[in-house]
């Protein structure tokens, strides 16, 4: 009898690996404690022709780690598992999910028993690949709604472009995400992009953050510190906060007063100048993280009107900002200057097709063919 009911077992457990190892397991165990004397209590004993209830196997919901290295691995997927839930679970963010695609040849599901490359270091944190250079576009935006001329870009217009990125494989990223990039050390998806606001306008919390909210997608949102509470279209304090603390909108400095930082006032001499810049930089720096509690925080700027002069770039790492935005439009590549990074002006003339062709994610090396 023992060896029929392991028989039995074993073609169980061809019909699914983990199951059957539990089965055979659980026999095992069985039959040692019969062999023991290790017997459970007795229970009632089923009538003649009814056959004995059948316990149903525990389900596998986890596949199985086959192969290591420090490196990466290789996992095999049961059914009903996601790529998004396997980068959760095995490198620490579903968000990963694009770097298992990418180490299988830009598979898009798991498939059950067919396995997986699963990178636990950077496959190619420089985004160099055959042909091509990655470039990460960072758009810029002002203000939304039909006020603001050439500037403004209607709710419509911002919720069509955001919905394209989200349907077409973009991949909306943090701008802090950048340091990583930039040092060589962490990879971004293929096709990153970056969204960032300027100047700190109402209509951003009214019309642009209910578009982010909506489709979960972060932004950074530039402000200068004037500005901010001074009435009319401005943000208040208050509405900073709520963004900031909804982890999608991230606030950052833009100066204190707009002015531009390589056109030197009426009798500005070197030295007063070169306090003034450090009032422009570390001045909205320290309010923005005393007014929303984010101390340490602030280290990205940008650039009123897009400029920079060796001075200003000297104050910025005075004041220990790590990433700076200008508005020469393009994308970056790794060995962008983090202090000088290509920004790209969204317009509310732009359509939909004039939006596509700003999203430079890439850059062909080598001949043209």
């Known amino acids: 009898m023992l060896n ?3 028989n039995s077992l074993s073609r169980t457990a061809g019909e699914g690996r983990g199951e059957g190892r539990s089965i055979l ?27 004995a209830p059948v316990k149903a196997p525990a389900t596998t919901t986890n596949g199985e780690i086959v192969a290591r290295s420090d490196r990466l691995l290789i996992y095999v997927p049961v059914a009903g598992e ?15 999910d694009w770097q298992i695609s990418e180490a299988n ?15 636990l270091k950077p496959m190619n944190p420089l ?13 810029c935006y002002h203000r939304l709604g039909t006020v603001g001329g050439k500037m403004a870009v209607s ?10 990125l989200a349907k077409n494989d973009y991949r909306v990223v943090k701008l802090s995400q950048l340091a990583g990039y930039l040092d060589g050390k962490e990879p971004l998806p293929p096709k990153a992009v970056v969204i960032t606001f300027d100047d700190g306008y109402e209509s951003v919390y009214k019309l642009a953050y209910p578009v982010l909210r909506k489709l979960g997608l972060p932004a950074t949102m530039f ?47 070197d030295e007063r100048y070169k306090r003034n810049l450090d009032t422009e930089t570390a001045g909205p720096r320290d309010l923005i993280e005393q007014k929303l509690g984010t101390a340490g925080h602030v280290r990205h700027y940008a650039y009123p009107y897009g400029d920079a002069n060796e001075l200003v770039l000297d104050a910025l790492t005075r004041q220990k900002y790590t990433l700076a935005v200008t508005v020469n439009p393009g994308g970056n590549a790794f060995y962008a200057q983090p202090l000088m990074l290509r920004r790209t002006m969204i317009f509310g003339d732009h359509d939909l097709e004039a939006f596509k062709a700003r999203l430079q994610t890439s850059r062909r090396i080598g001949p043209t063919p």
């Open 155 to 164: 709710q419509g217009n911002f919720a069509a472009q955001m919905e394209w």
């Open 25 to 51: 397991a659980a026999a095992a165990v069985a039959a040692v404690l019969a062999l023991t004397g290790c017997v459970a209590p007795p229970t009632a004993t089923p009538p003649l022709n009814e056959p």
């Open 4 to 6: 029929l009911r392991m």
């Open 223 to 269: 402000v200068y510190t004037d500005f901010v509470g001074a009435g009319g279209d401005a943000l208040s304090w208050p509405q900073l906060a709520e963004m900031q603390a909804s982890g999608l909108v991230d606030i950052q400095s833009h100066s204190k007063s707009h002015r531009n930082l390589i056109e030197r006032t009426a009798g500005e001499n």
């Open 105 to 119: 040849a830009g598979v898009t599901k798991a498939e059950p028993g067919q396995p997986l490359i699963v990178p």
């Open 82 to 96: 996601s790529l998004r839930g396997i980068a959760g679970r095995l490198l620490g963010s579903e968000d990963r």
């Open 127 to 139: 985004g160099v690949r055959s042909g091509n250079l990655q470039t990460v576009p960072i758009l």
